[in-house]
């Protein structure tokens, strides 16, 4: 098992620049989430999706923050314009509901500079 | 809203000198109880899974517990490579989403 799998690891950006960063969750999970995580704010949800459909986005920042899930191997996290306190590391995770189940397995996460 | 608070935020400990993270919470209506342990660079690794009060798990040299207000996470006889951040999240039985605690980091010393 490949567990989840993150792309870019590492991305460095200008203000105003266009991110893209990309997740391929396990496969056969149904249950897709991104989180964001910060000295400051510690890890938080952003958003997350099950069979492809957003669940909740409440915690997508504005936006400039947009995600999409178009099959079930693959999701992005765009942020378009980009700002420096978009700075942080961005990590994926995916889960399946097995009987009462539901562990999330993260991906390695992106670390996004933006200056 | 669900509440999760870590203690203490670092601990530092000579190998072999045993010791104790806290996670309190607030949840409405409890689904499960996760700890996470994060190295440095990377993301989180999930070790445990609690449901009930009163439930207990081990691996290796940690063990969790899980009270109605609480959850402790055991370090039992520790050694360097146990040095890591460790997360506390709960989810809702109403809801599939985590929500995390500031992390304890913790520093084993040889």
């Known amino acids: 098992d490949a567990g989840v799998i993150q792309s870019p690891r590492h991305e460095v950006t200008e203000m105003g620049q266009e991110v893209t960063l990309r997740c391929k969750p396990i496969?056969?999970?149904?249950?897709l989430f991104w989180y964001r995580q910060t000295m400051m704010r510690g890890l938080e949800l952003l958003i997350y999706f099950n069979n492809n459909v957003p669940i909740d986005d409440s915690g997508m920042p504005e936006d400039r923050f947009s995600a999409k899930m178009p099959n079930a191997s693959f999701s992005t996290l765009k942020i378009q314009p980009s700002e420096p306190r978009d700075s942080a590391v961005y990590f994926c995770a995916s889960s399946s509901r097995t009987g009462f189940t539901d562990t999330q397995y993260f991906g390695p996460g992106t670390r996004l500079t933006v200056l | 809203e669900d509440q999760v608070t870590q203690s203490p935020e670092a601990l530092r400990l000579q190998e072999g000198e045993s010791s104790s993270l806290n996670c309190s919470y607030t949840?409405?209506?409890?689904?499960?109880l996760f700890w996470y342990r994060q190295d440095p660079g990377k993301g989180p690794e999930f070790l445990f899974t609690?449901?009930?009060a009163g439930e207990e798990k081990e691996k290796e040299r940690l063990k969790a517990t899980l009270t109605k207000k609480e959850s402790f996470l055991h370090i039992t006889a520790p050694k360097p490579e146990d040095s890591a951040t460790y997360l506390c999240?709960?989810?809702?039985?109403?809801?599939?989403?985590?929500?995390f605690g500031a992390g304890t980091t913790v520093t084993v010393r040889a």
């Open positions: 496969s056969g999970h149904d249950y």
């Open positions: 949840v409405s209506g409890l689904r499960g």
């Open positions: 999240a709960v989810q809702a039985r109403s809801d599939y989403k985590l929500s």
């Open positions: 609690l449901y009930s």
